[in-house]
């Protein structure tokens, strides 16, 4: 199931969103404000999202440059056509303005989801029975979805990028810090700690180690615990 993130102040039109969203089968998270998104990506990553731009806080166009590898479909009343086409240009997947047509907004949402699978196939890490989409914040074990946090997702990545390869703390925070400033030193060893009880709930198996006063790495041959 498909999650999306909705981000509108105006709580009658999130409502009437995410009715019609959950009724076509999405699952559906809520923002109001830009500082509500920010927070709810740091537990989340959403196959899409939908934005408005005005927005208490930080506004959509601020929000975009700091939302990566998750498409955005800006939903807003603004009409103008430069408008329109700095948004675009600044990362927006797609651009709808208000009042829209249900109909129309539920196709564009099918047309991103659908390019991100496509997006999702075509570039992946896979590890023993890990599939990490290296284009979308995506993850499954033997075909089962694995719902990660972005650190979470930064974490493992870059372990499957260094496969049996013991990976420094020094190297993961350094790696990691610009898509999860809330990973620190003091923090790094919670945020493996969840991730390795993520991956044994789905797999039975341990597949991170920790080396002792250097780092961390994927085992060779993970065994079920």
């Not at 105006?10 to 830009?34: C, V």
């Not at 086409?85 to 659908?114: C, H, N, W």
């Not at 284009?135 to 990545?157: F, N, P, Q, W």
Request: glycine fraction near 6%; proline fraction near 4%.
């Amino acid at each position: 199931m498909a999650q999306i993130l909705v981000v509108d102040d105006d709580k009658d039109i999130g409502n009437l969103l995410e009715e019609a969203l959950t009724k076509n089968g999405y699952h559906i998270l809520r923002a109001f404000s830009g500082t509500d998104v920010l927070a709810v990506l740091q537990q989340h990553t959403p196959d899409l999202i939908l934005l408005d731009l005005m927005l208490p806080g930080l506004s959509g166009e601020q929000l975009l440059p700091l939302i990566r590898e998750i498409p955005v479909i800006v939903v807003s009343a603004k009409i103008d056509l430069d408008n329109k086409v700095s948004v675009l240009l600044s990362g927006a997947a797609d651009y709808i303005t208000k009042p829209f047509e249900m109909k129309e907004l539920l196709a564009r949402v099918a047309v991103q989801l659908r390019k991100a699978r496509g997006s999702e196939h075509s570039a992946a890490l896979s590890y023993d029975a890990i599939v990490l989409g290296t284009d979308m914040y995506s993850a499954s074990v033997s075909g089962s979805e694995l719902r990660l946090t972005r650190t979470e997702y930064a974490i493992l990545k870059m372990l499957m990028q260094n496969p049996e390869q013991v990976v420094t703390k020094s190297a993961i925070l350094e790696q990691i810090a610009a898509d999860t400033p809330d990973c620190t030193e003091l923090s790094l060893k919670q945020h493996i700690s969840n991730l390795r009880k993520k991956l044994r709930q789905l797999s039975g198996k341990d597949y991170i180690e920790a080396v002792w006063g250097i780092g961390f790495r994927l085992i060779a041959k993970p065994e079920k615990s």
